[in-house]
């Protein structure tokens, strides 16, 4: 996967991200799935040093918890999506999309 980058993303209807990849490779990825796999701190958590940040997971979604309102690229190596429901933190850099 080295050296492989998008090279259209786009939603192709209110369910899924479509990416084509420069290798030809093509992902239909649901935003559920998408949604549910943000990389942020806040959703995943993290480790630094001997302390953890472990996020409560709640039954409860917001309105627009897996609706995109916008992406935006990050330099070469990912994008960021703000969802309607106002998340914006996570960076989905090309090699979390493309395992997506």
């Not at 472990?54 to 609706?67: N, R």
Request: glycine share 6%.
């Amino acid at each position: 996967m080295e050296n492989t980058y998008p090279t259209q993303i786009k939603k192709t209807d209110e369910n899924t991200l479509k990416i084509i990849w420069n290798d030809g490779y093509v992902s239909d990825i649901p935003l559920t799935k998408l949604r549910d796999e943000c990389p942020c701190v806040h959703c995943k958590g993290e480790s630094v040093l001997f302390e953890s940040y472990i996020p409560i997971k709640t039954p409860f979604k917001a309105a627009g918890y897996y609706e995109i309102d916008k992406i935006e690229v990050m330099g070469n190596y990912a994008v960021t999506i703000k969802w309607k429901d106002g998340h914006d933190t996570g960076i989905y850099s090309w090699d979390i999309l493309r395992k997506l």
